[in-house]
């Protein structure tokens, strides 16, 4: 069985600050583990994707994301934020026939 | 633009009645994979079809069916609507046959029951 949860509903940022999206996952095995950003009105894309490879993954727009066994987590951040991250972000994991995403977390960026 | 495409973007039905949704996956792709994304639930894997055969199930009422076609769209059927399955679904598409290869999505439908 997998389980994923993200920590916090809402984050709220300033622009140019560094940004923290928390996740922790719960799974029998070695799991893939994703994150994907949903902008309004649009379906999801791909930020980043870990499977078993380096657990530091880079993905697109300056996002990154490190997994770290002994803790279940796999943490999104960003080192500084542009007015256009904000969105709901969603962390996943996922086996070879099933997946589970996390109830998302909607990153709002301040000027 | 992922290069999946969705129709109708809206729909607007009735409980009890029964609609259909369809995707056509990226040039390519052979995985069609069916969401479901409502306030009360979040988003829902349903169900995953590969080259034409249902490859997994996910959280699929037995009142919705899918199926892809030999040219590889998808169709995703709803029948007995209730209230509750109004919803914004998702489909995306993958080359590979396993739900972790990198998925792609369509804009969605925003399916309003009432």
């Known amino acids: 069985a997998q389980s994923v949860t993200q920590l916090d509903s809402h984050v709220s940022v300033s622009e140019g600050t560094p940004v923290l999206l928390r996740c922790n996952y719960s799974s029998s095995y070695s799991p893939s583990l994703f994150w994907y950003v949903q902008h309004p009105n649009k379906g999801l894309q791909l930020l980043l994707k870990y499977t078993s490879a380096a657990t530091l993954v880079k993905g697109i727009n300056g996002f990154e994301a490190e997994f770290k066994k002994s803790e279940t987590s796999f943490h999104l951040t960003k080192p500084s934020a542009h007015m256009s991250d904000a969105a709901e972000y969603f962390c996943?994991?996922?086996?070879?026939?099933?997946?589970?995403f996390g109830a998302g977390t909607r990153l709002t960026v301040k000027p | 633009d992922s290069g999946v495409t969705q129709t109708p973007k809206h729909l607007i039905t009735a409980t009890g009645q029964r609609v259909t949704l369809r995707c056509s996956p990226r040039?390519?792709?052979?995985?069609v994979y069916w969401y479901q994304q409502s306030l009360d639930q979040g988003l829902q894997f349903l169900i995953q079809?590969?080259?034409?055969?249902?490859?997994a199930k996910g959280n699929i009422l037995e009142r919705f069916s899918a199926q892809q076609f030999p040219d590889l769209h998808s169709e995703l059927n709803l029948s007995s609507l209730e209230l509750g399955d109004s919803a914004l679904y998702f489909c995306?598409?993958?080359?590979?046959?396993?739900?972790?290869?990198?998925?792609?999505f369509g804009p969605g439908t925003r399916l309003t029951v009432l």
């Open positions: 079809y590969y080259n034409g055969e249902e490859r």
């Open positions: 040039s390519g792709d052979l995985s």
């Open positions: 996943v994991v996922s086996g070879a026939i099933d997946m589970r």
């Open positions: 995306a598409s993958s080359v590979g046959g396993f739900v972790d290869n990198e998925q792609f």
